[in-house]
């Protein structure tokens, strides 16, 4: 991949000398900024932009690594073809026309694919807009040269992004609004060959590049960029797009991008550990957070110091972060006392602290000053939260000060910034200097702050858990001859023989044919009992009313299995269960994703389970951390906390569940799905009492 960031010579293929044509300003951006040869390829013209213009690529002297290609779709195959006998190892094609236009564009690309394969050359693109490198100060694209005109910005994050005038104009915004530092900006559009993975490795590996951040619509192999990602302590931030069904059709007529299921991908990246954005601004705010702040102390908490100029701004402040699960740091004695030394005698200070009346007193570098020592010397507070005017009243900060203070304590120091237009913008520029993170929105610097503070540390390498249970080879023997007489759906007694195996907890349960063996069950038992009926194809069985609920009594029992014959007409069996009560139902299960592989999931069960859709996703194998992640990720895991009065669920259990169902997946490839609902929590233990597994091919039946 060097060639494409480090080139000794590039051939701009399709140069002209007409001003404002992708063809000239590819020339101009490198004329402005490369300092290697540059060869305009162009049979009409001798010369273009100073450089000495050649007919063909093939004419083009030594040393060249890199062709840069911007002419129509179908002239690119031959345009390939001659690099590759000109032996350019790489060609970034800007071109458009391709697989995002529909069948005649996606035979173009594949043929033009097929060309590179043979030769061994590499191919970016297409229907992108190429790379731009601040810290170099290379523009390999065509994104107006207007770009130079604001300076190119240099900093630690490094973009990545499936489009193309995205990455332009996007990156033109940035700059222009002082709003972040770049290293590198990769667009990459169709993906014919050089996709994220490609350009994740090499950034990874990049020494100017301190954060990643991606804009993706699709993935050419979800499953080793999770690797990549958790190889690495650099923070990486993706945004993605076509996570719904009308986005995922966008993507399709955008980059011809095939996007996988959003619910599915989000648990993917969560599990590898990469944060996930929510808009362009959120990516890159998230980038320059965690570029700034890389990692935080282990004794960090989630605490957080705000100095206010105005009262109500540190109401809204505290309101928000207790939404994003931050906390006001609980100022010490020492550091009221401290406070006090800039307030006045009738007004104590408290956390937020409202500076006013110390600006008052004192003015507002002084306040602001003695403020910021007081509370970064506090050990209960993890991060600052200043908030800045400028412009009027008297209000600019010392901002340099603060943030020597801020870093000599080592807390994360953040900035919400308003006032006069020039003054804000020239605070953002000294802000961006001094490595300050300043936001415009108070909920934004929140965000931002939560990311930070709230973030979980991941394995840098996925294993199986060794501390969880290990399946013998008897019960792995047994499993594959009860798998290989089934086919399609199993009904729900040999899904839970199945599960047992693997060592997931299952009600106790017997399948019974008459009446007199229901009754010896219910002995062995005890009551109260659950009678269903089992019909093949039936997978819903509570709205077929083929489940029969608290039994208490051998007549009660009697009468339950009569109703069921009834419903059932002579088809199927009757399963007899131990009742488990709790108030707990929860839901795991197992699926094969196009596009992902092997996945798992848990989350809240019973009837509710697609009402609320409180469910969370993982990629399968996984170890228990990754499966204990999972379940901190619900969104009702205050529930299984033992939210007001509810029994406590050892999540220790269920997440040996998770992991168990994964492996179980993963060690049979016929297993397309396992639906466990409800796994019942009786007495803080999760207890499978229905399930269903799903088979492809029909065995050796």
């Not at 992004?161 to 169709?190: E, P, R, T, W, Y």
């Not at 648990?267 to 935080?296: N, S, V």
């Not at 063996?517 to 019909?535: C, R, S």
Request: glycine share 10%.
């Amino acid at each position: 991949m060097k060639f494409f960031f480090e080139p000794k010579g590039i051939a701009v293929v399709g140069a002209t000398p007409s001003k404002g044509k992708g063809g000239n300003i590819i020339v101009s951006n490198l004329k402005k900024g490369y300092p290697g040869p540059v060869y305009p390829v162009n049979p009409r013209y001798r010369e273009i932009e100073g450089f000495t213009c050649y007919p063909s690529v093939l004419d083009v002297p030594d040393p060249v690594d890199l062709a840069i290609v911007f002419v129509s779709a179908q002239m690119v195959p031959q345009v390939v073809e001659a690099c590759a006998a000109r032996k350019i190892p790489g060609v970034m094609i800007q071109s458009a026309g391709f697989s995002e236009i529909g069948p005649q564009g996606e035979s173009l690309q594949k043929s033009t694919k097929q060309i590179a394969d043979k030769s061994g050359i590499r191919l970016w693109g297409p229907n992108c807009m190429g790379l731009v490198d601040a810290k170099h100060q290379f523009i390999f694209s065509t994104v107006t040269p207007t770009i130079w005109d604001t300076g190119l910005t240099s900093g630690n994050v490094s973009l990545i992004a499936q489009s193309g005038m995205l990455a332009g104009a996007f990156l033109i915004d940035l700059i222009s609004h002082g709003a972040i530092g770049i290293a590198k900006v990769c667009s990459i559009g169709n993906k014919m060959d050089v996709d994220e993975n490609d350009l994740l490795e090499y950034l990874i590996d990049d020494p100017d590049t301190g954060a990643i951040g991606l804009y993706l619509e699709s993935f050419a192999d979800c499953r080793r960029f999770m690797k990549l990602s958790r190889s690495t302590p650099k923070p990486i931030v993706i945004l993605n797009g076509g996570k719904t069904a009308r986005g995922a059709a966008a993507a399709l007529t955008h980059t011809a991008s095939l996007s996988a299921n959003g619910v599915i991908v989000s648990g993917a990246m969560a599990q590898a550990g990469i944060a996930e954005a929510r808009g362009f601004y959120q990516l890159t705010d998230y980038c320059k957070t965690l570029a700034r702040y890389p990692e935080t102390s282990p004794e960090s908490q989630n605490r957080v110091a705000v100095l206010t100029y105005t009262g109500a701004a540190g109401i809204v402040s505290a309101d928000i972060m207790d939404e994003h699960g931050l906390a006001l740091s609980e100022l010490t004695s020492a550091t009221l006392n401290e406070l006090q030394t800039v307030f006045p005698e009738w007004m104590p200070p408290s956390n937020p602290v409202d500076m006013w009346p110390g600006i008052i007193l004192n003015g507002t570098k002084k306040a602001y000053g003695k403020a910021m020592a007081a509370v970064c010397s506090d050990p209960g507070v993890d991060a600052v939260f200043a908030h800045c005017f400028v412009g009027g009243f008297n209000l600019d900060p010392d901002l340099e000060m603060m943030t020597k203070t801020a870093r000599q304590a080592g807390k994360p120091f953040f900035c919400w910034i308003s006032g006069e237009h020039e003054h804000v913008h020239k605070f953002q520029i000294a802000a961006q200097r001094l490595g300050v993170l300043v936001f415009r929105e108070v909920v934004r610097a929140v965000e931002c702050m939560a990311l930070l503070l709230n973030r979980i540390s991941v394995d840098a390498v996925s294993v199986r858990a060794g501390n969880a249970q290990e399946v013998n080879k008897v019960a792995t023997d047994t499993c594959i001859r009860i798998l290989e007489t089934q086919s399609g759906e199993l009904n729900e007694h040999v899904t839970k023989q199945v599960l047992a195996l693997y060592n997931i907890p299952v009600v106790e349960e017997k399948s019974v044919s008459t009446l007199d063996e229901a009754l010896q069950t219910a002995k062995d038992f005890g009551f109260p009992l659950v009678a269903k009926g089992i019909i093949p194809g039936i997978s819903h069985k509570t709205e077929s009313d083929l489940v029969q609920l608290d039994i208490t009594s051998e007549k009660g029992l009697e009468l339950a299995i009569q109703r069921l014959q009834r419903t059932m007409q002579g088809r199927g069996s009757v399963l007899i269960q131990k009742q488990i009560d709790g108030k707990i139902e929860l839901m795991a299960g197992f699926i094969r994703d196009p596009q992902l592989g092997p996945c798992v999931m848990c989350g809240l069960g019973g009837i509710f389970a697609e009402a609320l859709n409180a469910t969370v996703f993982g990629v399968a194998p996984l170890n228990l951390t990754d499966a204990l992640n999972m379940i901190n990720r619900l969104k009702c895991r205050n529930v299984l906390d033992g939210y007001r009065g509810f029994e406590p669920v050892d999540k220790m259990v269920l997440a040996r569940i998770i992991v168990a169902l994964g492996n179980l997946g993963c060690d049979h490839p016929r297993i397309q799905e396992i639906d466990i609902n409800p796994l019942i929590v009786h007495k803080g233990l999760p207890i499978a009492v229905d399930g269903l597994l799903v088979l492809s091919g029909n065995g050796n039946i």
